[in-house]
C-alpha cells in the first residue's frame, strides 16, 4: 500500500511539473529584441534589449485599435499576405531594456502558430546630435523631436560636477518653432532629481530666452550624470529645427565659480504624418537589409 502511494506522490509531481513546464512555453515566447507574453487573452510586448524602433509580425489580423502603445510612442500597424506588421518608434529616444512596448489585445488562447518575428535598428535622424552618448563632462541640452502644433518637452543633462552651490542656465531658442509651456511645472520649467529635491528656482522668460536660477544652500550637490531639468514647449504649425544654445554660471557652496562646460542641442519639429511614413520606410528597408529573423518558438 505504501509503495502504491509513493508512486502515485511521484506521479502526481511529474505531472505538475509537466504542466508547469507547458504553460510556460505556451504563455510566453522570446526573440532577440522582445519578449511576448499570453496575458488574459492579450499580448503583452516588452524589450530584451536597447534600440531605437523596431517591428514585429505575426500571423492573423491585427487592426490599429487593437494595438496600444506606451507613452511617448508612435505605432504603425499594417497586413501584408497572411501576416501583420507594428513598426513602434519613440521618437528622440531609445527604447530601455526591459520596457514595455505595446499591448496586442484579442482573445488569443495560445501563442503556438503565430509565427512571432522581430527586428530591431536605429532610425537615421536628419542630423547629428549634439548631445551624444556618452556625454562630455558639462551640462547639455539633450537633442529631441516634437511634432508640430503639439506639446512636448527637451531635457538638460549634468555630469561630473561637484559641490554645486547655485547655477544660472540661459537658453536661447528660435521662437518661430515653438513658446515655452507656462502652464507646465515652474513656469514651464520641472526640475529633476537633485534639481528637484534640494533646489531653490526662479524662471524668467523673454522672447526666445529662457533663465533659470538655482539655489542649494550651504550643503551643495554632486551630479554624476543625471536629467537635471524638463522644459516644457508648445510647437507651432512649421517643420524644421531650431537650435537651443545654452550658457551657464556654476558656482560652488563658497560662490565661487565652478568651470563648467556647457553643449547646445537641436529640437527637431515634425509632420506627424510624414513621420509616421518615414518611420514606416525606414522598418520596412530593416527587413530587406538585415538578415533574417529570429522567430520564436513556443
Request: charged residues 20%; negative net charge.
Amino acid at each position: 500500500m505504501k509503495r502504491i502511494l509513493f508512486v502515485s506522490l511521484v506521479l502526481f509531481v511529474v505531472v505538475i511539473m509537466v504542466s508547469s513546464c507547458f504553460k510556460l512555453t505556451v504563455d510566453s515566447v522570446t526573440t532577440d529584441e522582445l519578449k511576448v507574453v499570453l496575458s488574459s487573452g492579450d499580448l503583452v510586448i516588452s524589450t530584451r534589449s536597447a534600440f531605437s524602433g523596431i517591428e514585429i509580425s505575426l500571423v492573423g489580423e491585427i487592426l490599429q485599435e487593437d494595438v496600444l502603445c506606451g507613452d511617448g510612442m508612435i505605432c504603425v500597424v499594417t497586413s501584408r499576405q497572411g501576416r501583420s506588421y507594428v513598426a513602434v518608434v519613440k521618437p528622440g529616444q531609445e527604447f530601455a531594456t526591459g520596457e514595455r512596448v505595446l499591448t496586442i489585445s484579442g482573445d488569443y488562447v495560445s501563442l503556438k502558430g503565430l509565427g512571432i518575428t522581430s527586428q530591431s535598428a536605429s532610425i537615421p535622424e536628419s542630423h547629428k546630435p549634439s548631445a551624444t552618448e556618452p556625454l562630455n563632462d558639462g551640462i547639455s541640452v539633450i537633442d529631441g523631436i516634437v511634432f508640430k502644433e503639439s506639446e512636448g518637452s527637451f531635457f538638460i543633462r549634468g555630469k561630473n560636477i561637484s559641490n554645486i552651490g547655485g547655477s544660472e542656465i540661459i537658453l536661447n531658442y528660435d521662437s518661430s518653432y515653438f513658446e515655452i509651456d507656462t502652464s507646465k511645472g515652474n513656469n514651464g520649467v520641472t526640475a529633476l532629481n537633485q534639481y528637484a529635491s534640494k533646489g531653490i528656482h526662479i524662471v524668467q522668460h523673454n522672447l526666445g530666452t529662457l533663465v533659470i536660477s538655482t539655489a542649494f544652500g550651504s550643503s551643495g550637490v554632486n551630479i554624476v550624470e543625471e536629467n537635471m531639468l524638463r522644459v516644457h514647449l508648445l510647437s507651432k504649425s512649421i517643420e524644421g529645427e531650431s537650435a537651443v544654445t545654452i550658457s551657464a554660471e556654476v558656482r560652488n557652496t563658497s560662490e565661487a565659480v565652478i568651470p563648467t562646460e556647457v553643449f547646445s542641442g537641436v529640437i527637431s519639429f515634425r509632420d506627424r504624418l510624414h513621420y509616421l511614413h518615414s518611420c514606416n520606410i525606414a522598418l520596412d528597408s530593416f527587413r530587406k537589409d538585415l538578415p533574417s529573423a529570429v522567430t520564436g518558438s513556443p
